[in-house]
């Protein structure tokens, strides 16, 4: 089912009743600054796994955590004062950030189980950010990729495609039109208790 919305103001009904689905730990598509995701309640065990199905991949693969802002983002990972101070000047930004994960999630993310260790996502994306803040609590997240919808790299996605695809196994797909999107996100690690460079994206590097 996909619901057409205005990304800077999007039908309250609309919102609740995408936060309904993933309380009954159902599936829902929506874009990001990076791409088209797919999440779900990570604290519903079953909806996890359905996650992880539908990309295809084992438990152990990381999926990254969508956060509206730092207070929610303690209940899924360890964020001391350094780090605090770091991302509160770039959130939302286009930054994956790796910090220790907190007991709480790794109930239900193998993968941070067996490494302690979680992806956080604080996107500057209007649908995301208002959804994340009915909501109330983090969502896991997985990119939808041409690989899955059986497109060429380059393909343009879009939701009817991703609909026809997988309308079985999404219960809603937000859609705000028009859409572009930043590339990758720059990821920093905060895991070992300093910032790292993984990876530079989007994202401006703010260690220099």
């Known amino acids: 089912m996909i619901e057409y919305i205005i990304a800077q103001n999007p039908d309250d ?11 009954e730990g159902k599936l829902i598509c929506f874009p990001t600054d990076t791409n088209w995701v797919v999440v779900c309640d990570p604290f519903n065990k079953k909806a996890v796994e359905d996650l992880y199905k539908f990309k295809g991949v084992g438990p152990f693969k990381h999926f ?22 770091h991302i509160k000047r770039v959130i939302p930004g286009n930054y994956t950030f790796i910090f220790e994960a907190s007991k709480m999630v790794s109930k239900n993310l ?10 956080l996502r604080f996107p500057p994306s209007d649908v995301a950010l208002k959804l994340l803040q009915v909501y109330g609590k983090p969502v896991l997240s997985t990119n939808v990729t041409p690989v899955q919808l059986e497109v060429a790299p380059d393909f343009p996605i879009y939701s009817e495609l991703i609909n026809d695809k997988f309308s079985h196994v999404i ?16 990821i920093i690690d905060f895991s070992k208790g300093t910032a790292t460079l993984v990876r530079m994206g989007a994202g401006e590097n703010f260690l220099e």
């Open 64 to 85: 990254s955590l969508l956060c509206a802002n730092i207070s929610s983002a303690t209940e899924v990972a360890i964020i001391d004062d350094n780090a605090f101070r």
């Open 13 to 23: 009904r609309i919102l609740k009743r995408a936060c309904d689905f993933l309380r």
């Open 171 to 186: 219960a809603m797909i937000l859609d705000p039109g028009e859409i572009e999107f930043v590339g990758r996100s720059t």
């Open 110 to 119: 193998k993968a941070s189980k067996s490494d302690k260790e979680i992806g």
